[in-house]
C-alpha cells in the first residue's frame, strides 16, 4: 500500500480545485494547469484537503496512487508558489539575455542560440551569466531547464558550458606537457 498517496494535500488559500469527469484543473495565481486522473484512481475534495483513492478492484491502481498524489501535489504547490531552476553559464564570452519570451544565448558557437520559450514559463538572466529558468509546471521547468543546459553541456577539462547551479563538475587532469 502507497504512503505517500495516503497523504492528504492542503489546498492553499487562493488556489481553485475542479475535478469534473476524470480531469484535475487547478487554478491558482501562477497559472492554470490540469492533469487526467488514471482509471481505478480518484479525488476527493473536502473543505480545502485533497484525498486520492484508489479503487481495489483494478489491476495496478496502487502503483499509480502515490505517483497521481505526487502530481497533483506539484500541480497545487507551482500553481501557488511556483517552481524553479538555477543555471550557471561558465567560459570566456558565453553569456545569455532574454528578449520577450526567447533566450538569446552566445556559447563560442559561430552564431547565437535563440530559444523560444514555452508558454508559461519565464526566464531570468542575472549578470548575463546566471539564468533562472521559473514556471508552474514542475515538469516543463525541468525539462526547458535540461535543453537549455544541453546547447552546451560543460566539459570535463575547463568547465566551460552550461551547469546546473548547484552541479559539480568532476574535472579531469589535461595532458602533462613534455613527460616522457
Same mark, same amino acid.
Given at each position: #500500500?502507497?504512503?505517500? /498517496?495516503?497523504? &492528504?494535500?492542503?489546498? &492553499?488559500?487562493?488556489?481553485?480545485?475542479?475535478?469534473?469527469?476524470?480531469?484535475?484543473?487547478?487554478?491558482?495565481?501562477?497559472?492554470?494547469?490540469? @492533469?487526467?486522473?488514471?482509471? $481505478?484512481? %480518484?479525488?476527493?475534495?473536502?473543505?480545502?484537503?485533497?484525498? +486520492?483513492?484508489?479503487?481495489?478492484?483494478?489491476?495496478?491502481?496502487?502503483?499509480? @496512487? /502515490?505517483?497521481?498524489? !505526487? =502530481?497533483? @501535489?506539484? #500541480?497545487?504547490?507551482?500553481?501557488?508558489? $511556483?517552481?524553479?531552476?538555477?543555471?550557471?553559464?561558465?567560459?570566456?564570452?558565453?553569456?545569455?539575455? *532574454?528578449?520577450?519570451?526567447?533566450?538569446? #544565448?552566445?556559447?563560442?558557437? %559561430? @552564431? &547565437?542560440?535563440?530559444?523560444?520559450?514555452?508558454?508559461?514559463?519565464?526566464?531570468?538572466?542575472?549578470?548575463? *551569466?546566471?539564468? !533562472?529558468?521559473? $514556471?508552474?509546471?514542475? #515538469? =516543463?521547468? /525541468?525539462?526547458?531547464?535540461?535543453?537549455?543546459?544541453?546547447?552546451?553541456?560543460?566539459?570535463?577539462?575547463?568547465?566551460?558550458?552550461?551547469?546546473?547551479?548547484?552541479?559539480? +563538475?568532476?574535472?579531469?587532469?589535461?595532458?602533462?606537457?613534455?613527460?616522457?
Amino acid at each position: #500500500m502507497s504512503r505517500v /498517496g495516503k497523504q &492528504p494535500i492542503k489546498v &492553499p488559500t487562493g488556489v481553485k480545485v475542479d475535478v469534473k469527469d476524470g480531469l484535475v484543473r487547478v487554478e491558482g495565481p501562477k497559472g492554470k494547469l490540469s @492533469h487526467k486522473l488514471p482509471v $481505478g484512481v %480518484s479525488l476527493k475534495n473536502e473543505a480545502g484537503t485533497l484525498t +486520492i483513492v484508489k479503487d481495489p478492484n483494478v489491476p495496478n491502481s496502487g502503483a499509480l @496512487h /502515490g505517483l497521481t498524489r !505526487t =502530481l497533483i @501535489h506539484n #500541480m497545487v504547490f507551482g500553481v501557488s508558489q $511556483g517552481f524553479s531552476r538555477e543555471l550557471e553559464i561558465v567560459g570566456v564570452g558565453y553569456r545569455a539575455q *532574454t528578449k520577450g519570451n526567447v533566450l538569446n #544565448m552566445t556559447l563560442g558557437y %559561430s @552564431h &547565437p542560440i535563440d530559444y523560444k520559450l514555452p508558454e508559461g514559463i519565464q526566464a531570468k538572466v542575472d549578470g548575463n *551569466t546566471k539564468v !533562472t529558468v521559473t $514556471g508552474a509546471d514542475k #515538469m =516543463l521547468v /525541468g525539462l526547458v531547464a535540461a535543453k537549455i543546459r544541453a546547447f552546451k553541456a560543460p566539459e570535463p577539462y575547463q568547465g566551460k558550458g552550461i551547469k546546473y547551479a548547484n552541479e559539480v +563538475i568532476i574535472r579531469k587532469q589535461g595532458k602533462a606537457a613534455g613527460a616522457k
